[in-house]
């Protein structure tokens, strides 16, 4: 069975902060996604990986890096975490790009 | 850029048929997918339309319409547990998924 994890459901952070999010996939998933769904606005690609290490940008970087040492994981890291960072974070996987994605149950992040 | 249209909210009566509709633009076509959103839960794959045509899946089927930049899903036999979020995304010619908004479908007894 597909599983798709993240490593928290509901995080609060401080502003400024270094946040961390985690997403492991156990399905050999070439490609890696991290997006953040918004009201109003949809889910909105942030980065993403096709390799490991390889990396790409996505429409909304600003603010955001990535890390991708390992196949099965694939990390979101919040430089200096921003009220306007609050949201339901989103990581997915696919076997290829022509492939569906399979989605993690989300990380809701609250920066006060 | 991309822009893909759906509209945003629809109410169906439980047993109807109901059509959710998503127009795109996008720079290059690769491909259209579905997917359904429970609140507060992550969305799942639903459908996968690349040629022109209906695809049917139980009672879901998606067609797609690439010279018109159109696609629908049906939802036959409407269920309570059908009350979710569809999402058309669309994979672009750089193989970039896109994603519309999302039409939230209310089923009522």
């Known amino acids: 069975d597909v599983k798709v994890t993240q490593s928290s459901r509901y995080l609060v952070k401080r502003t400024g902060e270094k946040v961390f999010l985690e997403c492991v996939q156990d399905?050999?998933?070439?490609?890696m996604f991290w997006y953040r769904q918004d009201p109003g606005l949809g889910l909105r690609l942030i980065y993403f990986?096709?390799?490991?290490?390889?990396?790409e940008k996505g429409d909304i970087p600003e603010g955001y890096s990535v890390s991708r040492e390992k196949k099965e994981r694939f990390s979101l890291i919040l430089e200096s975490a921003s009220t306007n960072q609050t949201s339901m974070y989103l990581c997915?996987?696919?076997?290829?790009?022509?492939?569906?994605?399979?989605f993690g149950p989300g990380t809701r992040l609250t920066v006060t | 850029g991309q822009n893909i249209d759906q509209p945003t909210e629809m109410t169906a009566t439980e047993g109807a048929i109901v059509q959710i509709n998503c127009t795109y633009q996008?720079?290059?076509?690769?491909?259209l997918f579905w997917y359904q959103q429970h609140a507060g839960e992550a969305p799942t794959f639903l459908s996968y339309?690349?040629?022109?045509g209906l695809e049917e899946k139980g009672r879901f089927s998606s067609f797609l319409s690439r010279s018109k930049g159109y696609s629908y899903l049906l939802l036959k036999e409407l269920q309570m547990k059908d009350s979710a979020s569809y999402l058309c995304?669309?994979?672009?010619?750089?193989?970039?998924?896109?994603f519309g908004k999302g039409n939230q479908v209310v089923v009522i007894p």
């Open positions: 997915a996987s696919s076997l290829s790009l022509n492939y569906e994605q399979y």
């Open positions: 399905m050999d998933h070439e490609n």
């Open positions: 990986s096709y390799d490991v290490k390889m990396k």
């Open positions: 996008t720079s290059g076509f690769n491909g």
């Open positions: 339309n690349v040629l022109d």
């Open positions: 995304a669309v994979r672009d010619g750089n193989n970039r998924l896109a």
